[in-house]
């Protein structure tokens, strides 16, 4: 059975909507990314010793680690909103040419 009017139109709105709550998911992770590369603690912070034993190497690759994991979460948000926006469209434009079919049979 097909979705009445209603039921598509809810579902296009939570396609939309859901894409919108991706965006701001990147953008949180975009934020928090910048803050992240901001981070930066250098041997003095660690003391001499923490140094030798290799703490800031540690905290260094650590903290690249992070940005490139935030980077990635950013761009997969990014991606995911781009696709269920892509997939509202395709519906859309589906049911509206399924719709112009249709009043041309009659």
Do not use: I
């Amino acid at each position: 059975m097909a979705p009445t009017p209603d039921q598509y139109q809810v579902a296009l709105t939570a396609l939309r909507d859901d894409a919108d709550k991706w965006d701001q998911c990147g953008n949180d992770l975009a934020t928090a990314k910048g803050s992240a590369e901001s981070l930066d603690l250098e041997a003095l912070h660690f003391s001499y010793v923490g140094d030798k034993l290799g703490v800031t190497a540690l905290y260094q690759q650590f903290q690249a680690r992070m940005v490139a994991l935030l980077s990635e979460g950013n761009a997969m948000s990014t991606r995911v909103a781009t696709a269920l926006r892509n997939s509202a469209q395709t519906y859309q434009q589906e049911e509206e040419a399924g719709v112009h079919r249709m009043n041309n049979v009659w």
